[in-house]
């Protein structure tokens, strides 16, 4: 049974900061790559970022343009994404998932076989 919990989200002044955190339980991150999406009101789920189990990372670049960094903490069994100088457009839905399936890229929502409930960021001008 693996299941994605995220935390820490919340209601932020535009330039501010949040970090959220995954907690998985039921998958070992040192053999498991792990992304964050996120999904606004009416839009598409968006890729952010992704780091793999040997814990090299990818970035959609137009969307967080340097501001955000994923990392993982192994023996706690937790990802984080760090976001930094917050926009209004930021503002949605992030969900933390873990992939499993092999024939997708990892910037594609169909590699992920799981995924958490989400945690809403809001972002105020």
């Known amino acids: 049974q693996v299941q994605l919990v995220e935390l820490g989200g919340g209601l932020v002044q535009a330039g501010g900061s949040l970090r959220l955190s995954c907690a998985v339980s039921?998958?070992?991150?040192?053999?498991?790559?792990m992304g964050w999406f996120r999904q606004a009101p009416g839009k598409e789920r968006e890729f952010v970022a992704h780091?793999?189990?040997?814990?090299?990372?990818?970035y959609n670049k137009d969307s967080v343009k340097g501001r955000f960094t994923i990392s993982k903490d192994v023996a706690k069994n937790m990802v984080y994404l760090q976001m930094n100088s917050l926009k209004p457009e930021d503002t949605a839905i992030y969900y933390c998932?873990?992939?499993?399936?092999?024939?997708?890229?990892?910037?594609?929502?169909?590699?992920?076989?799981?995924w958490g409930q989400g945690t809403q960021v809001t972002v105020s001008s």
């Open positions: 780091i793999g189990w040997s814990g090299g990372t990818i």
């Open positions: 998932a873990a992939a499993g399936r092999p024939y997708y890229t990892v910037t594609s929502v169909h590699a992920y076989e799981y």
């Open positions: 039921g998958r070992s991150l040192s053999s498991t790559g």
